[in-house]
């Protein structure tokens, strides 16, 4: 190889003796986790295992510098750190893998992700803030490769600002003068996602302090760096990052090997320190790295590696390496460490049964109650036999899992179907206890619990008087974020022209000379990482304000969102929160990449947010102050031809709010309920005025919000009134306007009120064509609505609703 690794330390850290007997015994530890984790996984009683070994030393080294307060964002190999921090204790590991749902057994994710996914629990049960200084913060793993790096930028980035921003200096829980430094890990095949590139370089950019390590063992899953990358090198290829001597701008590269404990030492000293003080980011390609088990349970390495790899693995293995630098340095001899091994060994073997134990006990005592009842009811039943074939069945079970009793009762109820028994009420009232608990235990956490959830903000109205300027919808945007600016230091806008433009459509303009090249910035033309900035961010208390200029450039950013983002709070069962606003603008301009409505996409994806579609902007700076109120992340999209038209401003732009989830009359009619939003809103309300000239009434209801949706049943009432309705926006056909139809029609009930089918009426299936009158024939125009309510009373009166037109 051409790489010029970091050669052995040239000077003596002060690593004593305990200091190296420990980190050997973590590393020994972590190792023996692997291999009885694997076991676990073979013998059936855990479903997938990925585990870090051969990633061992790096991480021992990396643990040495990581300080509470400092963040990481990693991937699943870095269980050796969390254990050599202490923030994963080897039960709560071997808790995870067994899947035990419960967050005193697996903080990290409450039995929600597969092992190896750790996050620190920043919140209280009550959805507050804990003190991040106290702790040593991971954000929560993920399995998509490469995604740990959007987030990334943002907790680093996040140190900049507490450093720089005076008004920060009081958020004491948070940061200490933006000295902590935010720790990437990724693997070497992962390097050739995009999104790392993208997240290096904005770090870069933002001069932000991150220490990124690259495990590099030199595969993918199977795929070596050959196919990965050119040059088949990190380092070699992330040279044009590297600062020049006595500057600032830039990254320190380092490339060590993963084996060499005193070096991996040395290097992360001195990136860290560097990074910490001057927040110069840094970059350790950890080469030379070995995976003694292969890549996970799913398969075995030697498919794939050849067998002069797999010597050299075994030779190149780093704890092997560390046990014979250890003895070749005098540090302990063989002999003590075969017995540090042994006792390490069964301290590893005896939490994993204290782990399945505590995982297993409660779910054997409900298959006892259970037992139990059946017993009680069998010597009566016809079925006893069944039911007691059941019964055994539960209790022999030597991987006891609740699925199976659930079955189990569905069984044993069936069987009992036509029997009169007493007891048998007491199963059914078992069963019935179980749905809340597991809905609890799987299901909750979606949104905030906390007192700032977005659907506990009062509302508070606009208020007008004789003195309130009619203003364009842009200017009106510009006072509200003005106002969020001046009362919440915490609140930091930035996206693609927001700084010195003050966003395409004026909405910041004038805000970063008033509050600041940090509090107002520009970024990059950068989707997933300015979502990625945002999230950092709001996971080390900033409340961000992230621009996406263009809904249709959503999609760069929906992985991100999707996976991430929307599912943080869900998937560590309430321990972390990412209140992020994100603001776009879209609907209705012209062109395919600048009309687009892909609204239906985005509510799918993006359940655990609120998608909020705004017809005006007075709608959208209330939504605004209410997501700014609330710990939700929320996405508003705004209607992009609505910046120039014409708005009374209220006195209090500062603090009204819009609820989420709340529909709106906008006109009330007894005939059809016309429902939609966003700009379709014009339209729609154009088409219910011509409609008026045929004498028919319509009401016209919009949505505002698509997750949550309609709380409170608005749309329902209406439809009771009318018993006809159509749903309309621009989607594709089948997108968004079904999901409405769905939530009204179904889950509200509505089927009952219904006097005529129900309607949809959406965009074409295509995108939009350009010009005015591509986008005539491609998105429902006036004529169209008009035409869809008119034939629906046609239906019910052709005499009194003759179709004039064809
Ligand atoms: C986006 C995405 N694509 C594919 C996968 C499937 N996958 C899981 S791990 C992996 C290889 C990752 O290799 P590397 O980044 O070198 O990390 P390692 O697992 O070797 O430590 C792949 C392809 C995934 N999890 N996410």
């Given at each position: 190889?051409?790489?010029?690794?970091?050669?052995?330390?040239?000077?003596?850290?002060?690593?004593?003796?305990?200091?190296?007997?420990?980190?050997?015994?973590?590393?020994?530890?972590?190792?023996?986790?692997?291999?009885?984790?694997?076991?676990?996984?073979?013998?059936?009683?855990?479903?997938?295992?990925?585990?870090?070994?051969?990633?061992?030393?790096?991480?021992?080294?990396?643990?040495?510098?990581?300080?509470?307060?400092?963040?990481?964002?990693?991937?699943?190999?870095?269980?050796?750190?969390?254990?050599?921090?202490?923030?994963?204790?080897?039960?709560?590991?071997?808790?995870?893998?067994?899947?035990?749902?419960?967050?005193?057994?697996?903080?990290?994710?409450?039995?929600?992700?597969?092992?190896?996914?750790?996050?620190?629990?920043?919140?209280?049960?009550?959805?507050?803030?804990?003190?991040?200084?106290?702790?040593?913060?991971?954000?929560?793993?993920?399995?998509?490769?490469?995604?740990?790096?959007?987030?990334?930028?943002?907790?680093?980035?996040?140190?900049?600002?507490y450093r720089h921003l005076h008004e920060l200096q009081p958020l004491t829980q948070f940061s200490h003068h933006g000295d902590e430094v935010a720790f990437g890990a990724i693997g070497n095949a992962s390097c050739a996602e995009g999104v790392f590139w993208e997240a290096v370089n904005a770090v870069g950019v933002l001069m932000a302090p991150m220490v990124l390590s690259i495990?590099?063992?030199?595969?993918?899953?199977?795929?070596?760096?050959?196919?990965?990358?050119?040059?088949?090198?990190?380092?070699?290829?992330?040279?044009?990052?590297?600062?020049?001597?006595?500057?600032?701008?830039?990254?320190?590269?380092?490339?060590?090997?993963?084996?060499?404990?005193?070096?991996?030492?040395?290097?992360?000293?001195?990136?860290?320190?560097?990074?910490?003080?001057?927040?110069?980011?840094?970059?350790?390609?950890?080469?030379?790295?070995?995976?003694?088990?292969?890549?996970?349970?799913?398969?075995?390495?030697?498919?794939?590696?050849?067998?002069?790899?797999?010597?050299?693995?075994?030779?190149?293995?780093?704890?092997?390496?560390?046990?014979?630098?250890?003895?070749?340095?005098?540090?302990?001899?063989?002999?003590?460490?075969?017995?540090?091994?042994?006792?390490?060994?069964?301290?590893?073997?005896?939490?994993?049964?204290?782990?399945?134990?505590?995982?297993?006990?409660?779910?054997?005592?409900?298959?006892?109650?259970?037992?139990?009842?059946?017993?009680?009811?069998?010597?009566?039943?016809?079925?006893?036999?069944?039911?007691?074939?059941?019964?055994?069945?539960?209790?022999?079970?030597?991987?006891?899992?609740?699925?199976?009793?659930?079955?189990?009762?569905?069984?044993?109820?069936?069987?009992?179907?036509?029997?009169?028994?007493?007891?048998?009420?007491?199963?059914?009232?078992?069963?019935?206890?179980?749905?809340?608990?597991?809905?609890?235990?799987?299901?909750?956490?979606?949104?905030?619990?906390?007192?700032?959830?977005?659907?506990?903000?009062?509302?508070?109205?606009?208020?007008?008087?004789?003195?309130?300027?009619?203003?364009?919808?842009?200017?009106?945007?510009?006072?509200?974020?003005?106002?969020?600016?001046?009362?919440?230091?915490?609140?930091?806008?930035?996206?693609?022209?927001?700084?010195?433009?003050?966003?395409?459509?004026?909405?910041?303009?004038?805000?970063?000379?008033?509050?600041?090249?940090?509090?107002?910035?520009?970024?990059?033309?950068?989707?997933?990482?300015?979502?990625?900035?945002?999230?950092?961010?709001?996971?080390?208390?900033?409340?961000?304000?992230?621009?996406?200029?263009?809904?249709?450039?959503?999609?760069?950013?929906?992985?991100?969102?999707?996976?991430?983002?929307?599912?943080?709070?869900?998937?560590?069962?309430?321990?972390?929160?990412?209140?992020?606003?994100?603001?776009?603008?879209?609907?209705?301009?012209?062109?395919?990449?600048?009309?687009?409505?892909?609204?239906?996409?985005?509510?799918?994806?993006?359940?655990?947010?609120?998608?909020?579609?705004?017809?005006?902007?007075?709608?959208?700076?209330?939504?605004?102050?209410?997501?700014?109120?609330?710990?939700?992340?929320?996405?508003?999209?705004?209607?992009?031809?609505?910046?120039?038209?014409?708005?009374?401003?209220?006195?209090?732009?500062?603090?009204?709010?819009?609820?989420?989830?709340?529909?709106?009359?906008?006109?009330?009619?007894?005939?059809?309920?016309?429902?939609?939003?966003?700009?379709?809103?014009?339209?729609?309300?154009?088409?219910?005025?011509?409609?008026?000239?045929?004498?028919?009434?319509?009401?016209?209801?919009?949505?505002?919000?698509?997750?949550?949706?309609?709380?409170?049943?608005?749309?329902?009432?209406?439809?009771?009134?009318?018993?006809?309705?159509?749903?309309?926006?621009?989607?594709?056909?089948?997108?968004?306007?079904?999901?409405?139809?769905?939530?009204?029609?179904?889950?509200?009930?509505?089927?009952?009120?219904?006097?005529?089918?129900?309607?949809?009426?959406?965009?074409?299936?295509?995108?939009?064509?350009?010009?005015?009158?591509?986008?005539?024939?491609?998105?429902?125009?006036?004529?169209?609505?008009?035409?869809?309510?008119?034939?629906?009373?046609?239906?019910?009166?052709?005499?009194?609703?003759?179709?004039?037109?064809?």
């Amino acid at each position: 190889m051409v790489l010029k690794h970091r050669e052995k330390t040239t000077f003596h850290l002060p690593l004593d003796r305990e200091e190296i007997l420990r980190d050997y015994r973590i590393a020994f530890q972590s190792r023996q986790v692997s291999v009885i984790g694997r076991r676990e996984v073979l013998s059936g009683k855990a479903k997938f295992g990925i585990f870090g070994d051969g990633k061992e030393l790096a991480q021992i080294a990396m643990a040495k510098v990581f300080r509470k307060g400092d963040f990481r964002s990693g991937y699943y190999r870095d269980q050796t750190l969390m254990f050599a921090l202490g923030a994963v204790s080897l039960q709560e590991f071997f808790a995870q893998l067994y899947a035990h749902a419960d967050v005193e057994a697996d903080p990290s994710t409450g039995g929600r992700s597969m092992n190896a996914h750790f996050a620190s629990r920043s919140l209280n049960p009550d959805g507050s803030w804990r003190n991040l200084m106290e702790l040593y913060n991971s954000s929560a793993d993920m399995s998509p490769t490469g995604s740990q790096m959007p987030r990334l930028v943002g907790l680093a980035y996040a140190s900049r600002l507490y450093r720089h921003l005076h008004e920060l200096q009081p958020l004491t829980q948070f940061s200490h003068h933006g000295d902590e430094v935010a720790f990437g890990a990724i693997g070497n095949a992962s390097c050739a996602e995009g999104v790392f590139w993208e997240a290096v370089n904005a770090v870069g950019v933002l001069m932000a302090p991150m220490v990124l390590s690259i495990w590099d063992d030199g595969y993918g899953i199977s795929v070596t760096n050959e196919h990965q990358m050119v040059k088949q090198n990190m380092s070699e290829l992330l040279k044009g990052f590297q600062r020049a001597p006595g500057t600032y701008d830039g990254y320190d590269i380092y490339s060590v090997r993963g084996w060499d404990y005193p070096a991996l030492v040395e290097t992360y000293v001195q990136a860290t320190e560097t990074a910490r003080r001057d927040h110069v980011p840094a970059l350790i390609h950890v080469v030379e790295v070995t995976q003694p088990q292969g890549h996970s349970t799913s398969g075995s390495h030697e498919r794939y590696k050849s067998k002069e790899r797999l010597e050299w693995e075994q030779e190149f293995d780093c704890l092997r390496k560390f046990r014979e630098w250890i003895v070749a340095q005098g540090v302990a001899a063989a002999a003590e460490l075969d017995q540090l091994e042994r006792e390490d060994k069964l301290l590893v073997e005896n939490t994993r049964k204290a782990a399945w134990e505590a995982y297993t006990q409660p779910i054997r005592e409900e298959i006892q109650e259970v037992a139990d009842i059946l017993d009680e009811i069998a010597p009566g039943a016809a079925h006893a036999a069944a039911l007691a074939q059941i019964k055994d069945r539960l209790l022999s079970a030597q991987t006891p899992l609740r699925r199976d009793i659930a079955v189990g009762l569905r069984e044993a109820l069936l069987l009992l179907k036509d029997e009169r028994i007493p007891a048998k009420q007491v199963l059914i009232d078992w069963k019935k206890r179980q749905d809340p608990i597991q809905e609890e235990r799987y299901s909750s956490h979606l949104y905030s619990r906390s007192a700032e959830s977005a659907l506990n903000v009062p509302e508070i109205k606009p208020v007008y008087s004789e003195r309130s300027p009619v203003v364009h919808g842009f200017e009106l945007l510009n006072a509200c974020f003005d106002a969020m600016l001046a009362r919440d230091p915490r609140v930091i806008a930035f996206g693609e022209d927001v700084g010195r433009l003050g966003d395409v459509n004026q909405g910041f303009a004038g805000l970063q000379a008033k509050y600041g090249e940090l509090r107002v910035s520009d970024t990059g033309i950068r989707e997933t990482t300015i979502i990625g900035q945002a999230i950092g961010l709001a996971l080390r208390g900033l409340r961000p304000i992230a621009e996406i200029q263009y809904l249709d450039y959503v999609l760069y950013a929906l992985q991100i969102m999707s996976d991430d983002l929307v599912t943080l709070h869900w998937r560590t069962k309430g321990g972390q929160k990412a209140p992020v606003i994100v603001r776009t603008r879209g609907h209705r301009l012209e062109g395919i990449w600048h009309s687009g409505s892909p609204m239906a996409g985005l509510i799918h994806l993006l359940r655990g947010m609120h998608v909020l579609v705004p017809r005006n902007m007075t709608q959208a700076a209330g939504f605004y102050n209410t997501l700014l109120r609330s710990d939700d992340p929320g996405l508003v999209v705004e209607v992009l031809n609505g910046y120039r038209l014409k708005e009374t401003l209220p006195d209090n732009i500062e603090e009204f709010t819009i609820p989420v989830g709340v529909s709106e009359v906008l006109r009330e009619g007894n005939d059809i309920t016309l429902v939609t939003y966003g700009a379709c809103c014009r339209i729609v309300m154009e088409a219910a005025e011509l409609l008026r000239r045929v004498s028919i009434d319509a009401e016209v209801v919009d949505v505002q919000s698509l997750l949550p949706f309609d709380v409170h049943g608005g749309i329902l009432e209406s439809l009771k009134k009318t018993s006809r309705i159509v749903f309309i926006d621009e989607d594709v056909p089948g997108g968004a306007t079904a999901y409405m139809l769905q939530e009204v029609i179904e889950k509200q009930g509505g089927y009952a009120w219904l006097d005529s089918p129900p309607r949809t009426l959406s965009a074409k299936p295509h995108r939009p064509a350009y010009g005015s009158d591509g986008d005539y024939w491609s998105k429902p125009n006036v004529e169209q609505v008009f035409e869809t309510a008119y034939e629906i009373m046609h239906e019910v009166d052709p005499a009194h609703y003759p179709l004039f037109y064809r």
